[in-house]
């Protein structure tokens, strides 16, 4: 009944029709929509209820608002890790298992996914129907929620412009979605996200666009966009592509895929490079950072971890 309730409700706002009429409509009272409101909320509908208005909001708020985990150590591990592109024919799960078995023999404090879990839904790609493996907001939820590897280590993520797509397609955000059904997986922002362990900052982008002319081009013109004391590390996703820089004061990560090229990758000359950044920090007394060292992990030999 409530399942059928809220499909009801996500028809009338799509509509357009006013809070009084929807009322009418469903035969409840205000109160009763607004609490509906809330459950599509946490389903990843982007409906707010204001003023006595119903409000749908074309793309995910962005905040500025830190994130701060509650870790504070002198010796932090991390791992970061991007665009996994679950639900696509060519994800790799089986670097993830590994890679989160491996994490937690290594003892990692937190896991930094910098976008892109989901392989989205795109409309103007015709030929992206064939490379899934299932189709719809809710077979892609379903598949993330099921298939992305349970740790008791902490993944926090952001969305990035693959999960933009389901956004453009049903105004849902994909990652309040997995956030409500994986209390392991802890969505931050849609793009761009702020983390702090005790007085290590972290930035977290997931980027745009094509291919820069040369590898560290992108990187190097958004770190110095970045005018933060309180950043020690920059994280950039999207390219596919691993490198790591020491830049204008700051420890830049480009973090790789976690997923098989594609003919969409193909098509457009891309190379894509498997890999992850095991992250280890030395902190002082007061939880900033005095050393950090980055170790590349590759995978682009299809041999070292076996496929499912």
């Not at 608002?65 to 591990?77: D, F, G, M």
């Amino acid at each position: 009944m409530e399942k059928e309730l809220k499909n009801k409700l996500k028809y009338l706002i799509n509509k357009k029709k006013d809070l009084n009429a929807i009322c009418q409509e469903l035969e409840l009272e205000d109160y009763e929509i607004r609490g509906l409101i809330e459950l599509l909320k946490e389903d990843g509908e982007l409906v707010e209820y204001v003023d006595g208005k119903i409000i749908k909001f074309k793309k995910p708020l962005e905040t500025d608002e830190i994130y701060q985990v509650p870790i504070i150590k002198q010796r932090l591990k991390l791992l970061f890790i991007s665009d996994t592109h679950l639900a696509c024919k060519h994800d790799r799960i089986d670097i993830l298992k590994y890679l989160y078995k491996k994490a937690e023999e290594k003892g990692v404090d937190a896991i930094l996914h910098c976008g892109d879990i989901l392989d989205g839904m795109y409309t103007n790609r015709p030929q992206q129907v064939y490379e899934l493996r299932c189709h719809g907001f809710d077979e892609h939820l379903d598949y993330v929620v099921k298939k992305y590897p349970k740790s008791s280590i902490k993944t926090y993520f952001i969305g990035g412009n693959h999960l933009d797509t389901y956004v453009r397609n049903g105004g849902s955000d994909m990652g309040r979605a997995i956030s409500r059904e994986r209390d392991d997986l802890i969505y931050i922002n849609p793009d761009t996200a702020k983390i702090k362990f005790g007085n290590l900052g972290i930035l977290m982008h997931h980027g745009s666009g094509g291919k820069p002319y040369s590898l560290s081009y992108k990187l190097q013109r958004y770190a110095e966009t970045v005018d933060d004391k309180d950043i020690q590390i920059i994280m950039q996703g999207h390219f596919h592509n691993s490198m790591y820089m020491y830049y204008m004061g700051k420890h830049c990560f480009q973090v790789g895929a976690l997923v098989d090229e594609n003919n969409w990758s193909r098509s457009l000359g891309l190379k894509n490079e498997k890999s992850c950044y095991w992250v280890d920090i030395e902190c002082d007394e007061k939880g900033r950072p005095v050393t950090i060292t980055p170790t590349l992990e590759t995978f682009n030999n299809k041999k070292k971890v076996i496929r499912r």
